[in-house]
């Protein structure tokens, strides 16, 4: 039975400049589904970066009625911990509703999305063919930048997960390369033996 699990937490909020700030939310993929290139992953993503992705995914299956994303109030408050976490929530709503249809899960910008820390600018030139990567490529360096130390086939078979995303700086021509890249999760909560 294939599955795919999908967690927005850790809602951090982000300095822009001396004015402006921001809340991204970790988005958290488990998944034994083939639509995957990768069975886990972490990313960091802003709520107009979902605004993005729904009005992309809804251009692209005109015939299906997305969900909603949490409607964005003037009101809303990001130093109010209710207002952060219905927000959290309603995204995480979102993505379960979008992880379900099988027509949304073909599209290359929704696995982009969630597997990568590309800017929707770079998703769109990387979907349209205007980079020297694939999606695929994407994705594998993207998850090989946040791995600490490469995990061998037998710590595999072990149930050992090194997914840990303090990586360092590294150019991969994939956009730029910042502090967003690093979300701080691991796949496994096992704790790792030394």
């Given at each position: 039975?294939?599955?795919?699990?999908?967690?927005?937490?850790?809602?951090r909020i982000q300095k822009e400049d001396s004015w402006h700030s921001y809340i991204d939310y970790e988005i958290f993929i488990h998944t034994n589904s083939i639509c995957f290139t990768r069975k886990t992953s972490?990313?960091?993503?802003r709520f107009r970066e979902f605004v993005w992705l729904r009005q992309r995914l809804q251009s692209n299956?005109?015939?299906?009625?997305?969900?909603?994303l949490p409607s964005k109030t003037p009101f809303f408050n990001m130093n109010n911990p209710h207002h952060v976490d219905h927000r959290r929530q309603g995204l995480q709503e979102f993505l379960e509703k979008i992880l379900q249809d099988a027509l949304l899960l073909s599209d290359s910008r929704l696995h982009l999305f969630l597997q990568t820390q590309l800017s929707p600018e770079d998703m769109e030139a990387c979907v349209?063919?205007?980079t020297k990567y694939s999606v695929a490529?994407?994705?594998?360096?993207?998850?090989?930048?946040?791995?600490?130390?490469?995990?061998?086939d037998e710590e595999r078979k072990k149930g050992k997960n090194d997914a840990d995303s303090d990586s360092e700086s590294s150019s991969s021509g994939l956009g730029p390369s910042d502090d967003s890249i690093s979300c701080g999760c691991k796949a496994s909560p096992a704790s790792e033996e030394s």
């Amino acid at each position: 039975q294939e599955f795919v699990t999908v967690l927005v937490r850790d809602p951090r909020i982000q300095k822009e400049d001396s004015w402006h700030s921001y809340i991204d939310y970790e988005i958290f993929i488990h998944t034994n589904s083939i639509c995957f290139t990768r069975k886990t992953s972490c990313v960091r993503r802003r709520f107009r970066e979902f605004v993005w992705l729904r009005q992309r995914l809804q251009s692209n299956a005109v015939l299906i009625q997305l969900p909603e994303l949490p409607s964005k109030t003037p009101f809303f408050n990001m130093n109010n911990p209710h207002h952060v976490d219905h927000r959290r929530q309603g995204l995480q709503e979102f993505l379960e509703k979008i992880l379900q249809d099988a027509l949304l899960l073909s599209d290359s910008r929704l696995h982009l999305f969630l597997q990568t820390q590309l800017s929707p600018e770079d998703m769109e030139a990387c979907v349209s063919g205007q980079t020297k990567y694939s999606v695929a490529d994407a994705i594998h360096s993207f998850a090989s930048l946040n791995r600490r130390f490469p995990v061998e086939d037998e710590e595999r078979k072990k149930g050992k997960n090194d997914a840990d995303s303090d990586s360092e700086s590294s150019s991969s021509g994939l956009g730029p390369s910042d502090d967003s890249i690093s979300c701080g999760c691991k796949a496994s909560p096992a704790s790792e033996e030394s």
